[in-house]
């Protein structure tokens, strides 16, 4: 990303540069996956199966006519143990008739959800580039998330002020929100001088949401 580097007080450094905050998760949390996702075929000579586990930096979670109470059952279907035809295509373009089986292994410290919006009239003819963050009420956001059999407390999330032009590609401002209690919030922004104090039923553009034990 070659960002700008800024030198502040107390031994802190301000990066500054255009980017997402999805490129961000990629580039600089590569250690810290939400998941990591394994596929083994029961057919040895397979070339399906991964020689290692593969890191998921991050949840996807489509809102369309979908509530975002509906995060869980979308956390229990993404980790859940799949097993389908493999009909992966070798060398010679024959495809392999075995089983594979996918399995999902949690971060044993946080999950990170990236939400997404989808416009169900397709006459507008959206496309995922410019279709505007969800806007959602912080008390509508579950508090916890169970999955693996662990607890995950909802931590905060990051909202994303579009620019002029109104699209998602905009160059535009991340702030964060972050839970200090029930129903209590505080909203961080390094263009504003204060912290300043938010209520629960708050309307903020989402994009991502953060998980931790």
């Keep these: 990303m ?4 800024e030198f502040l007080e107390y031994n802190t450094t301000l990066a500054k540069c255009e980017t997402t905050a999805s490129n961000l998760f990629n580039t600089t949390l ?6 990591h996702d ?5 057919i040895s000579t397979c070339g399906r199966t991964t020689e290692a586990p593969v890191p998921i930096m991050i949840f996807s979670f489509t809102i369309n006519d ?3 109470a509906d995060l869980q059952n979308c956390i229990d279907s993404r980790i859940k143990l799949e097993k389908t035809n493999c009909g992966y295509i070798n060398n010679e373009g024959e495809a392999c008739q075995g089983v594979k ?4 292994v949690m971060s044993a410290f946080h999950i990170f959800v990236e939400l997404l919006n989808w416009e169900e009239n397709t006459s507008l003819n959206y496309s995922s580039e410019v279709l505007p963050q969800p806007s959602i009420i912080l008390e509508n956001i579950p508090q916890i998330l169970i999955a693996s059999g662990k607890t995950y407390e909802l931590r905060g999330l990051g909202c994303f002020r579009r620019g002029l032009s109104r699209l998602r590609t905009s160059i535009g401002h991340y702030y964060a929100c972050c839970k200090r209690g029930h129903n209590k919030w505080e909203m961080y922004d390094d263009v504003q001088k204060y912290v300043k104090y938010i209520k629960g039923n708050t309307k903020v553009p989402c ?3 953060f998980y931790t034990i």
């Design 66 to 68: 979908r509530n975002i």
């Design 38 to 42: 394994s596929i083994n075929c029961n």
């Design 2 to 5: 070659n960002p700008e580097l």
């Design 30 to 35: 590569k250690e810290y996956p939400t998941a």
């Design 207 to 209: 994009e991502f949401l």
């Design 101 to 104: 089986t996918k399995t999902t």
